[in-house]
């Protein structure tokens, strides 16, 4: 395949250094774990495995074959997740609850399974699904 044909995310194989393909290659199984992870737990499941498969593909290009059907069902739940005003009050919802279950879970520690650890990893995926669900609604409804 030329230079020009070369998708962005496939690195050409002589110009990564053997490290960052290691590195590249760790971060990116680790990215597809949590995401088949998150594909039965909510959260953002199919990006994370793009996101995954991209690293994974500058890695070890012959990966690149893998991320295009991938991209297509990750940017279809992405549009999914935005497509009423229902989804996205639910999301919105879903999200003002996990971060109100992490404020809870740290002020209250004799909760089972309670402490900053839990706190925090919940308002975190509070976060990080409101900053998918803009990017979602940005990317399908545009500037709206």
Sequence with gaps: MSEQQRPDF???PGNVHPV???VLGV????LIGVGI???VLPGPGMLLLLAGMVLLARAIPAFSRFVEPV???AMQGAEASVASRWRIAGSVLAGL?????????FLVPSLPLA??????SLVLSGLILFALLIWSHRRVHGGR
Excluded: H
């Design 10 to 12: 496939e690195a050409d």
């Design 20 to 22: 960052a393909r290691v």
């Design 27 to 30: 971060a990116g199984v680790t």
């Design 37 to 39: 992870v998150l594909l």
């Design 71 to 73: 991209r297509l069902k």
């Design 97 to 105: 609850g996990l971060i109100g279950a992490g404020v809870v879970a």
């Design 115 to 120: 402490g900053w650890a839990t706190g925090l």
